[in-house]
T-cell receptor, first 114, second 115 residues
């Protein structure tokens, strides 16, 4: 069984640029959640996608957007990058969107903004 | 608004000693509480998940307790080993329908086990 995979593993961008991060969900999982983890902090929920629709959003500005594809893989897009966007971005997949569905995490994408 | 706190932020123990990690949360309306391990620069590995109806969960040297009414969970790691060195995070899955499935994490406890 293939777990959650994220690409790329590392990325360096400059302020104002745009970035796309990718996530392949675990086999059989139809829900993907994205989290941002700043250095020394716990992950913060960005948004969740269920069957290609956004299913809840955390306290992040609209320049953070996402997509989910028919195969349930997902993308996180960030426009107009700011220095504070430097973080580890984690993707997690689960069997469903509801509470009590264990989430399985990938190894993350480390994004550095210069 | 749910807040999750982990104290201490860092902990150093000699090999063989038992580890006790604490997690507190402000809203008892949760589906479950989960403990994760995170190695430097890596993703999260789930260690234990305690359902809201359970009092504890065990896996090998790990034991986690949950007292929902007081908003507390404790992770015990018996006979610590240098390989246990990592950051340990707790997360709650809120029961509120507009928040379910959106895990809320503490900032973690960084553990170092010295040989």
């Amino acid at each position: 069984e293939t777990g959650v995979t994220q690409s790329p593993t590392h990325l360096i961008k400059t302020r104002g640029q745009q970035v796309t991060l990718r996530c392949s969900s675990q086999s059989g999982h139809n829900t993907v959640s994205w989290y941002q983890q700043a250095l020394g902090q716990g992950p913060q929920f960005i948004f969740q996608y269920y069957r290609e629709e956004e299913n809840g959003r955390g306290n992040f500005p609209p320049r953070f957007s996402g997509l989910q594809f028919p195969n349930y893989s997902s993308e996180l897009n960030v426009n107009a990058l700011e220095l504070d966007d430097s973080a580890l971005y984690l993707c997690a997949s689960s069997l469903g969107p509801g509470g009590n569905q264990p989430q399985h995490f990938g190894d993350g994408t480390r994004l550095s903004i210069l | 608004k749910q807040e999750v706190t982990q104290i201490p932020a860092a902990l150093s123990v000699p090999e063989g000693e038992n580890l006790v990690l604490n997690c507190s949360f402000t809203d008892s309306a949760i589906y479950n509480l989960q403990w994760f391990r995170q190695d430097p620069g890596k993703g999260l590995t789930s260690l234990l998940l305690i359902q809201s109806s359970q009092r504890e969960q065990t896996s090998g040297r790990l034991n986690a307790s949950l007292d929902k009414s007081s908003g507390r969970s404790t992770l015990y790691i018996a006979a610590s080993q240098p390989g246990d060195s990592a950051t340990y995070l707790c997360a709650v899955d809120p029961r509120a329908t507009d928040s379910w499935g959106k895990l809320q994490f503490g900032a973690g406890t960084q553990v170092v086990v010295t040989p």
